[in-house]
């Protein structure tokens, strides 16, 4: 034997190249640049704006994005937990259909939803039209309607297509633990509903926490809903503080105020989650897949009507109205404005997804081999920009990037006779980097997710060989990461087609994306112009939303 022999391994060092580590800082200061510009702004000021936002902007903004933070929250958090459930607990009919047909709401952005809602709801839309149908009213004073263009109505459009979060994260909880945990409590005689609120909700919380918060800060990033409907939130106060009265000291300083709210969002969640530790079935003599409770009589057909709801409102109610406007549209699916914003997203899009991946394998494969803390904390400082909403991202970086091409037209001029002009702030560039930085954190965890599967002895062995360690990444790890590195690629991909307000802010003159040719439609007050475009993005984005959630209860499955 070996060991007889005294013949030992090969000892593997530490990866200590003094250039990964600083590649891997310079990664994370880029990634934090655009906060530390926006709070450079926003104290470079005057001040002489603060008493118009102090009076009339900040208290109505604020009042209005705590408003709709809560009551998005409130409607997700009984959406998702609802339907995870259901789906998990329960046997009906459609139910298999229905599990994975639940996150297609996630394939439409809130902006979309919120211009098909306006027409859904409107005086000649279907709705109203059916109820003066059914009740013989012939103007809109012969009754009332509940106005869509309010805070409640933002709330409950974003609620439809967010909640899809709550749930995946949820649901997968539930498969993992929570019906194994259910027939034990029901043994001792629980009644389902004090299992349901004395057992479940407290071993899903960490989940739904985690849910809710991505929730949160997809509302806080919002601004297509929330200017379509007329309610003046904080990221919409940011926009017309810049624009309508061209002070971009006050944007900064309410871009600020919404940084603050995120930090203290993810601090809320932190604590939320604070000792909060679950272990899964494996290894426990429970039923791993114990048996669901087969409904019977009326039931049976109430709760997949029940779980359908939320289909119908946030994937059913965007597709029929865009179909409808796209169907009498045919021909734009060959018009230059179309075809344009579609080569521009699928540029945009491509290039942000190859960039985050090679920048998440770089951080990934460093920190593996480092092993050390300060490298850890330089991957999850580059992870950051994900908390970021568009706008504050896109104009802190606005800011950054004009003064790169402002110094370097300046030396070029000086010394070698020519301008450069607009480098980055004048083309995709800025749109590209901007992307880049706000989902790397996305293809950091996809990639982690495939890379914490595989032994931790591969590439020490591959180095034990000889192998430098580019060689070990390139030759053993990136083939066996490939499953992980094409999810990471595609759900940027998503993310990026569907980015809106960090596009608005950075993108040049003259270029769109398929999310601002419909933002630019609906702003008109013609969404049905944009029709065809929108459709393309829930149709792109569509199919991997649904790869990625039957990839999500797979693991979930597979981890029993």
């Not at 008493?51 to 208290?59: K, R, T």
């Not at 504050?392 to 450069?420: E, H, Y």
Request: positive net charge; charged residues 15%.
């Amino acid at each position: 034997m070996a060991s007889a022999a005294g013949v030992r391994p090969l000892p593997v060092k530490r990866l200590r190249h003094p250039l990964i580590g600083t590649l891997a800082l310079a990664v994370g200061i880029v990634v934090i640049l655009p906060v530390l510009s926006l709070a450079f702004v926003a104290l470079s000021g005057t001040g002489e704006d603060w008493p118009h936002l102090i009076a009339n902007v900040l208290p109505g903004a604020t009042r209005t994005t705590l408003a709709l933070l809560a009551m998005v929250a409130a409607l997700t958090s009984i959406a998702g937990v609802a339907c995870a459930w259901a789906v998990v607990a329960y046997d009906f009919p459609f139910r298999r259909i229905l599990s994975w047909a639940l996150v297609l709401p996630l394939a439409v952005p809130p902006y979309l939803a919120a211009y098909a809602f306006g027409e859904f709801f409107h005086y000649q839309g279907p709705v109203q039209s059916l109820v003066r149908a059914i009740f013989g009213f012939e103007t809109i004073r012969d009754y009332w309607f509940p106005d869509i263009r309010s805070t409640w109505g933002t709330a409950f459009v974003l609620a439809s297509v967010l909640y899809p979060y709550v749930y995946l994260t949820t649901r997968i909880v539930f498969l993992m633990q929570g019906r194994n945990i259910a027939d034990v409590a029901r043994t001792l005689g629980a009644s389902p509903a004090r299992v349901f609120w004395r057992v479940l909700l407290p071993v899903a919380r960490p989940a739904i926490v985690a849910g809710v918060a991505l929730v949160l800060m997809e509302t806080i990033n919002d601004i297509g809903a929330a200017e379509y409907f007329g309610v003046r939130t904080l990221t919409v106060a940011v926009y017309t503080t810049w624009l309508n009265r061209g002070s971009l000291e006050g944007g900064a300083q309410i871009a600020i105020l919404m940084l603050v709210l995120v930090l203290l969002l993810l601090v809320a969640e932190q604590w939320a989650r604070r000792r909060q530790r679950f272990h899964s079935g494996r290894g426990t003599h429970l039923k791993v897949h114990p048996p669901r409770t087969a409904l019977k009589g009326w039931r049976r057909f109430a709760l997949p009507a029940a779980v359908s709801l939320p289909i119908l409102s946030g994937f059913g109610v965007p597709i029929t109205i865009f179909g409808q406007y796209a169907s009498r549209r045919l021909e734009q699916f060959v018009s230059p404005d179309v075809a344009s914003a579609f080569l521009n997203s699928l540029m945009t899009a491509s290039l942000t997804a190859i960039f985050t991946v090679v920048i998440a394998l770089f951080l990934l494969n460093a920190q593996r081999l480092s092993k050390g803390r300060a490298m850890a904390a330089t991957v999850r400082l580059a992870s950051v920009g994900y908390a970021l909403p568009g706008g504050i991202l896109g104009l802190g970086l606005l800011f950054v990037l004009a003064r790169f091409d402002n110094s370097l037209d300046t030396f070029a001029r000086a010394w070698l006779g020519f301008s450069t002009g607009l480098l980055l702030t004048g083309s995709a560039a800025a749109v590209i980097i901007a992307c880049t930085i706000r989902f790397v954190a996305l293809a950091e965890g996809a990639v982690r997710s495939g890379m914490e599967k595989l032994p931790g002895s591969l590439d020490e062995a591959a180095r034990s060989l000889g192998k430098t360690p580019a060689q070990s990444a390139a030759s053993v790890l990136l083939p066996l990461l490939k499953p992980a590195i094409l999810t990471a690629a595609v759900l940027v991909f998503v993310d990026t087609v569907k980015e809106l307000s960090a596009t608005i802010l950075l993108r040049p003159f003259g270029f769109s994306t398929l999310a601002t040719h419909v933002y630019e439609n609906a702003s008109r007050g013609v969404p049905e112009e944009g029709a065809v475009a929108a459709i393309v993005i829930i149709i792109t984005a569509m199919v991997p939303v649904v790869l990625l959630s039957g990839a999500l209860v797979r693991d979930a499955e597979a981890s029993l």
